[in-house]
């Protein structure tokens, strides 16, 4: 059972380029979520998503877009990668509200 | 959803018991009390959860104060293996869509 996976693990970009970061999850959850974590920092909500078609804006959804074109997968875009998007991003899923959320192993991401 | 407080960090001898305390006395009647931890920066883990009750399972005890202001999460016998960042958060349940919000935990660090 593979859980929650990310690609890639470590990604270093230029300022301006662009990428897209993958997680998928194959244990059929509704609830996907994308969270970002500086350094010494707890982690803050970027997007998250209720189900295919379905994806709503977190704490601090600036800079990124998302889309759920089905359950298992939720990709996060970086359109002009910046400094300040230097992070570790973790996607995470969960099968319904009220219970455990199940996390990827994150993405280690550096933006020169 | 509510604010916790928890202390920056705490030490325990292995063996012994380790008690992590987080205060959340702004909790709502619908928020529940969830623990997480981090170690070496990998995903979050989850580790337990309740509303009102005291809760156990295999990696711990939840025990929640009866006015729910605070709360302590109990691992029975430490190893080297649960030194890590623990995270108390309140979340809302059904109308937060499983939305968690991360401060920045306590350090435990085990000790031989």
């Known amino acids: 059972n593979a859980g929650v996976t990310q690609t890639p693990k470590f990604r270093i970009l230029k300022i301006g380029q662009s990428m897209t970061l993958q997680c998928a999850q194959d244990?059929?959850?509704?609830?996907m979520y994308w969270y970002r974590q500086d350094p010494g920092m707890g982690l803050k909500l970027i997007y998250y998503?209720?189900?295919?078609?379905?994806?709503d804006k977190g704490e601090v959804p600036n800079g990124y877009n998302v889309s759920r074109s089905t359950t298992e997968d939720f990709p996060l875009r970086l359109e002009l990668a910046a400094p300040s998007q230097t992070s570790v991003y973790f996607c995470a899923s969960s099968p319904v509200v009220n219970t455990e959320a199940f996390f990827g192993q994150g993405t280690r991401l550096t933006v020169v | 959803d509510a604010k916790t407080t928890q202390p920056t960090s705490m030490d325990c001898a292995e063996g012994r018991a380790a008690n992590l305390p987080c205060n959340h006395s702004t909790i709502s009647g619908n928020e529940y009390v969830y623990w997480y931890r981090q170690i070496h920066s990998q995903g979050p883990q989850y580790i337990i959860h309740g509303l009102k009750n005291n809760e156990t399972n295999e990696m711990a005890s939840l025990i929640i104060t009866e006015d729910r202001k605070s709360s302590t999460l109990i691992l029975p016998h430490a190893t080297l293996r649960d030194t890590a960042v623990y995270y108390c958060i309140v979340e809302k349940g059904g109308t937060s869509y499983g939305k968690l919000t991360f401060g920045q935990g306590t350090i435990l660090t085990v000790h031989p």
């Open positions: 244990m059929n959850h509704n609830y």
């Open positions: 998503s209720v189900g295919a078609g379905i994806t």
